[in-house]
Each structure stands twice: as C-alpha cells, then as structure tokens.
C-alpha cells in the first residue's frame, strides 16, 4: 500500500498555484501603452495642384474650291470687308476640297479638278501637284454634269486621297492616290455621279455617295474590295429624273453615314452591314450638303423639287433629341462645313455656288447658337466664282 508521505508538499503546492497564475497573468499584461496600435499622424496633404487650362482652339480658315474657275480660295469670316485671303490655281472647275493637317501644325489642302487632283501648300499659297487621273475626263468642261473628279477624302494620316472620277457615262471609279508618290494607286469601279466622298474615322472603308445610282458604294482600304448599298427610302422611280436621291453624308463617330434625303428623313446607314434606320426630319426642302457639329446634323436644303415642296434653308437637326431647328435662306446653296470664331462661336459656313446655278457668289454664315440668332444675325460673305465645296482649317498653317 502506497504511503502518503508527501502529502505537506502538496498541500504547500496547492496553496502557490494562485500566486504563480497570478505571476503568469503579470507577465502577458501589456506594459501601459504597449502593443496598441496608435494611428500615426497624417502626414500633411500635398497642396493641391492647380490644372492647366485646355489649350485655347486654333482660330479657323475656310477653304473653297471655285466651281466656275480654276481657284481654291481661302476665306476668314472674321475680316469685316474682303473674306478671302488669297486664291491659288489648282486646274479646271474645282469640285470636292479636303485638307490634312500634319502633327507640326502645316496644312496641305487637296481639290478634285476635272483634270486631277491638286495637291496644294496652304502656307505658301501654292500648287505643288496636278496628279493625272488614271481614268481622265474626255474633255475639259464645268458644271454639274462635267466628267472629272467630284467627291475627295483624306484618310486621317494624310498619306493617301480618295476621289470619285466620273468618266461622263455609266459607273464612276474611286481613285486612291499617294499623297507623297503622286501616283494613282487602286481604282474601284462605284455607282454613277458620286458627289460626295466619306471615310471612316479610322480609315479602315472609303464611301462614295452615287448620285444617280440610289445608293452608296463601300470600299474596303485594305483590299480595295467595293460594296454597294442602296438607299432608297421613297424608292427608285423615275431613275435618272427622280429627285428622291442622295447627293452628300456626313460620318458619326461611331462610323454610322448620316444621309439627308429630301428634307424629310434622315437615313443612317452602317456601312459594314448595310442595314439602316432613318431619322423624320421637318426641313422639307431637297437635301445637299451635309455636315456635323456635335450631335447636330447640318444639311442645305435646295428648295421646292420631286416630294419636297418647302424653300431653301438649313436644318440643324440634333441627332440624339430629333430637335430641329430651320433657317430658310434667300437663294439654294450648296455644301456646309462648321467654323469657329476666335471667341469660341460656332457658325454653319453654306456655300452658295449650288451646283445647278440658282445660288449666289459667296457663302452665308449662319449662328449656331439657338439665343445666337436675333443678335448676331446670318450674314453673306461675297466670293467670286461660285464657291461649291466648303471646308475649315486650323489658321496657324495658313498663310497670313
């Protein structure tokens, strides 16, 4: 039998088990203050930076090409007398006009002749090329019906043009030319009379708006490859003496074709699929040139022809809203671009020289600006020569 000899010991164990768990609970008590976690002072803000100011927007030039010369004219509307600033020969009756301004701030402007496509040094006011059609004119004439190039786009890195070159009968081509080579590159066979030519934002398609054809060709840049739409929405009938036509388009960013179609529906058009939805439009006058400003669709209305029966005017139609404001205007016209004043106004510049000589020798400035109307009223800006394509351009490139 086990013996209990120990047992004072345990009893004196017993009694400092509490003073040892009391030792053991001083010992993982944290010192005042340790282990806490104290969030360290802020370090003072950094003052705030004040951001730049956008840098103030380039005063702009128009450019003109003259229809019944042989001159491109560039304009500022800002000159309280004589708006053009200089003229400069580019070759018999000048339809289409486009520019290109390069990173260091130059501007080469081009102009579709009934005999080539002239290449021109804004700066220095001069020519520099007349690259020859690769399907030239049978002969040299002006006028709406006139063989030649007629519709001209600028692909954005400014290395290649596009013009639409009408031989006089049947379909037309699209010419692709190297800006800096001066040589015609691809053709492709498009519809007939292409008065206007677009592109895509990145150039990936060129567009030529056929006239007598009802439709739009699509050329593929890469291939070369032609695709033709029709856009019809009052249908084909009467043909060549049908009114109810496309004549120009103007491109959203999203690289949608905005076609006026008589005053009355505005048809848009994708250009890789063909499908289209339209737009009513309240203008009511046979639709030319068009252009945008923002969301706003500028078209010229040419007056009372085929279905349309109201007066000249422009429509500024807001393509998100379906707003849309008319200002009738005295006499037919018939391109339209947008041109910034210095201080920041915008103006739709419409071209008088109309194609079928019922405009006037000069381009109407009209305010863009809903509360702009009553005090800075539309104004006429006289150009001889029927100025028939319009275009703006940054004034810094230009010569003074």
């Known amino acids: 039998m086990a013996t209990h000899s120990g047992a004072p010991i345990s009893r004196r164990l017993l009694l400092a088990l509490p003073a040892v768990a009391a030792l053991g609970l001083a010992g993982c008590a944290p010192e005042p203050g340790a282990g806490t976690d104290r969030a360290a002072a802020p370090d003072p803000a950094p003052p705030a930076e004040t951001p730049e100011p956008p840098p103030e927007p380039a005063p702009e030039r128009l450019?003109?090409?003259?229809?019944?010369?042989?001159?491109?004219?560039?304009?500022?509307?800002a000159l309280l007398g004589d708006p053009v600033v200089q003229r400069i020969r580019v070759g018999a009756a000048p339809w289409?006009?486009?520019?290109?301004?390069?990173?260091?701030?130059?501007?080469?402007?081009?102009?579709?002749?009934?005999?080539?496509?002239?290449?021109?040094?804004?700066?220095?006011?001069?020519r520099r090329a007349l690259v020859p059609y690769?399907?030239?004119?049978?002969s040299i004439s002006a006028g709406e019906y006139r063989p030649g190039g007629l519709g001209l786009a600028v692909s954005p890195d400014g290395t290649r043009a596009?013009?639409?070159?009408?031989?006089?009968?049947?379909?037309?081509w699209l010419e692709?030319?190297?800006?800096?080579?001066?040589?015609?590159?691809?053709?492709?066979?498009?519809?007939?009379?292409?008065?206007?030519?677009?592109?895509?934002?990145?150039?990936?398609?060129?567009?030529?708006?056929?006239?007598?054809?009802?439709?739009?060709?699509v050329v593929d840049a890469e291939t070369f490859a032609a695709t033709a739409h029709t856009v019809a929405p009052f249908g084909v009938e009467g043909g060549l003496a049908s009114w109810e036509k496309v004549h120009y388009g103007?491109?959203?960013?999203?690289?949608?074709?905005?076609?006026?179609?008589?005053?009355?529906?505005?048809?848009?058009?994708?250009?890789?699929?063909?499908?289209?939805?339209?737009?009513?439009?309240?203008?009511?006058?046979?639709?030319?040139?068009?252009?945008?400003?923002?969301?706003?669709?500028?078209?010229v209305g040419t007056g009372a022809f085929g279905n349309a029966d109201g007066?000249?005017?422009?429509?500024?139609?807001?393509?998100?809203?379906?707003?849309?404001?008319?200002?009738?205007?005295?006499?037919?016209?018939?391109?339209?671009?947008?041109?910034?004043?210095?201080?920041?106004?915008?103006?739709?510049?419409?071209?008088?020289?109309?194609?079928?000589?019922?405009?006037?020798?000069?381009?109407?400035?009209?305010?863009?600006?809903?509360?702009?109307?009553?005090?800075?009223p539309v104004r006429g800006l006289p150009v001889a020569g029927a100025p028939q394509a319009i275009v703006a351009f940054p004034v810094a490139s230009a010569a003074a």
């Not at 289409?96 to 006011?125: K, N, P, R, S």
């Not at 690769?134 to 049978?138: D, I, N, S, T």
């Not at 999203?254 to 737009?279: K, N």
């Open 250 to 299: 103007a491109v959203t960013p999203d690289g949608a074709i905005l076609l006026p179609v008589q005053g009355l529906v505005v048809v848009r058009l994708d250009p890789l699929t063909g499908e289209t939805t339209s737009l009513p439009s309240a203008a009511n006058s046979h639709a030319h040139g068009a252009a945008l400003a923002g969301e706003r669709l500028l078209t």
């Open 311 to 376: 007066g000249p005017n422009l429509s500024i139609l807001d393509t998100s809203s379906g707003a849309e404001r008319v200002i009738p205007l005295d006499v037919p016209h018939e391109t339209v671009a947008v041109w910034r004043a210095e201080n920041g106004a915008e103006y739709a510049a419409v071209a008088g020289g109309n194609t079928r000589g019922l405009g006037w020798d000069g381009v109407t400035l009209v305010p863009l600006a809903e509360d702009a109307t009553g005090a800075d």
């Open 134 to 138: 690769a399907h030239p004119a049978p």
């Open 63 to 77: 450019l003109v090409s003259l229809a019944q010369s042989d001159e491109i004219a560039v304009l500022d509307p």
């Open 176 to 217: 692709e030319i190297d800006t800096e080579a001066r040589t015609v590159l691809r053709s492709a066979a498009v519809g007939v009379r292409p008065f206007d030519v677009v592109i895509a934002p990145d150039g990936a398609w060129v567009a030529t708006i056929d006239h007598d054809s009802f439709s739009v060709s």
């Open 96 to 126: 289409g006009v486009a520019v290109h301004t390069d990173a260091a701030g130059a501007t080469t402007a081009f102009a579709a002749t009934a005999e080539g496509l002239a290449i021109v040094d804004l700066a220095a006011g001069e």
């Open 162 to 172: 596009y013009v639409a070159v009408s031989t006089g009968e049947g379909p037309a």
